[in-house]
């Protein structure tokens, strides 16, 4: 309150958890077992829905963003942890986390002490991009394009937007269902996987279409894994959790 002259619940880190990995943008695009990062338990969990996008489709999404996800591309306000979350969650369900958490930035900014704190920010900055904090292993998925049309999908997602506050403290704002497995209704009314037991079969006609689009060389990852996902799900009459 008295450095920014209103009061905020807290400055938020977060991450994406599916597929049993959470994902964030720290130093890098990282990720490990859902519960096992630094950052410790979240305080909250919001569900961002059901995702159909096969695991190994994005992985290769993730390798090809990572050129824009590496320390020296970090900037506290416009590009961050929130922001790598926010992109990921819109490929795989089509909807951005919190906003309150997106906004926080403008509002820190907007504050009396924002000017005041831009130098110190800017020395943060500079610090990540000389190289002056150790660096972290790139996401290099296991798996190759050409070997996308003949594997299965793992269709799980579960994803958690992980934060922490002003304490040390982890908030994880966002969770999407696995589309591997059977769903069920959460308190805050989310809804049970809308494919059933059709769900492997849509899996695997996404994998072969990613696959199809990527050997025309006329896409990208990102945009070959959205188009093949929404003519999919066009087909099965689900296009709500395609990706535009």
């Not at 996800?69 to 506290?76: A, R, V």
Request: aromatic share 6%.
């Amino acid at each position: 309150m008295s450095f920014l002259g209103k009061a905020i619940e807290g400055i938020w880190h977060t991450g994406i958890v599916v597929y049993g990995n959470e994902y964030y943008f720290g130093g890098g695009i990282q990720h490990c077992p859902a519960g096992s990062t630094p950052y410790g338990t979240p305080l909250k969990v919001v569900e961002l829905g059901v995702t159909h996008v096969p695991k190994d489709v994005f992985e290769v999404y993730l390798q090809e963003i990572s050129p824009r996800y590496l320390p020296e591309t970090y900037s506290l306000l416009t590009h961050n942890c929130n922001n790598f979350s926010n992109e990921i969650s819109q490929f795989l369900v089509g909807v951005s986390i919190p906003e309150y958490i997106l906004q926080l930035p403008n509002e820190v900014m907007s504050s009396p002490m924002g000017a005041l704190i831009m130098p110190m920010i800017q020395n943060l900055e500079s610090t990540l991009k000389s190289g002056g904090v150790p660096q972290v292993p790139q996401f290099k998925p296991p798996t190759a394009v050409n070997a996308l049309a003949q594997s299965g999908l793992n269709g799980g997602v579960n994803n958690e937007v992980k934060g922490k506050d002003e304490n040390s403290k982890t908030e994880s704002p966002s969770s999407v269902k696995p589309a591997g497995e059977p769903q069920k209704s959460s308190p805050n009314g989310a809804t049970a996987d809308p494919l059933g037991d059709a769900r492997n079969k849509v899996q695997d006609e996404i994998v072969k279409e990613f696959a199809a689009i990527m050997a025309t060389g006329t896409m990208r990852a990102s945009e070959a894994a959205a188009l093949a996902t929404k003519r999919v799900m066009q087909r099965y009459g689900h296009t709500a959790v395609s990706q535009n």
